[in-house]
């Protein structure tokens, strides 16, 4: 009982509660954050989910457990517990977005106006740009699909001008590598204590 009600309290009730097994394999007790991730791009379900074990990982060197809710298009009235929304987007749709965004930006995210709150808020991701980037690169989709996500969710968890000269939060990267970039030392700190559960909020 005592697990399922700390889940509900980190989000993604149904999920979580069905493989508490898993969560039981992880050590200590990281924050955990449930991110709700809108396939508008039609991407294959292979390569979306190899993209956020990507992601995950970034994110698990940081302290951090990411738990990741994946919705079509066509899923409508949907009312899961998230702290954060990826919207993956292409075609014309990423078109109109990405007049909002910088001329090669892969993403952008907006977050709430509580500028203190740590969860909350929209990420977009530009697909046809991460592919357009992979493929000069010569860097499997995936695995830049997989650092863009990390890099926007690092835009909604940490303070604003997040940018840094290494790491993941580097406005432009390196991709000829094809290694996996992360949070610095002093990002992942602020990242974990800005997702910590908040004990004195609870119900
Ligand atoms: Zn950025």
């Not at 990982?57 to 298009?73: D, E, L």
């Not at 509580?114 to 909350?120: F, P």
């Not at 602020?190 to 997702?195: K, M």
Request: charged share 20%; glycine share 8%; proline share 4%.
């Amino acid at each position: 009982m005592r697990s399922a009600v700390m889940v509900a309290i980190a989000g993604v009730t149904v999920i979580a509660r069905a493989s508490s097994t898993v969560a039981q394999e992880v050590p200590a007790s990281p924050p955990v954050v449930g991110v709700l991730v809108s396939n508008r791009a039609n991407l294959r379900p292979e390569m979306l989910k190899a993209a956020e074990d990507d992601a995950a990982t970034i994110y698990r060197v940081a302290g951090v457990q990411m738990t990741w809710v994946n919705v079509r298009p066509t899923d409508v009235g949907y009312d899961y517990a998230v702290d954060f929304i990826v919207m993956i987007v292409s075609g014309k749709e990423a078109g109109r977005m990405a007049a909002r965004s910088d001329q090669d930006a892969m993403g952008f995210a907006t977050r709430d106006s509580n500028d203190e709150a740590g969860r909350g808020g929209m990420a977009f991701v530009l697909f046809d740009r991460v592919e357009d980037s992979a493929s000069s690169h010569h860097v499997s989709i995936s695995r830049v699909l997989g650092q863009v996500i990390a890099h926007e969710l690092g835009h909604l968890v940490l303070p604003g001008n997040s940018h840094s000269e290494r790491g993941i939060m580097r406005a432009k990267w390196n991709l000829r590598s094809g290694l996996l970039e992360y949070f610095t030392t002093a990002q992942a700190e602020i990242i974990r204590r800005r997702l910590a559960p908040r004990r004195g909020s609870l119900p």
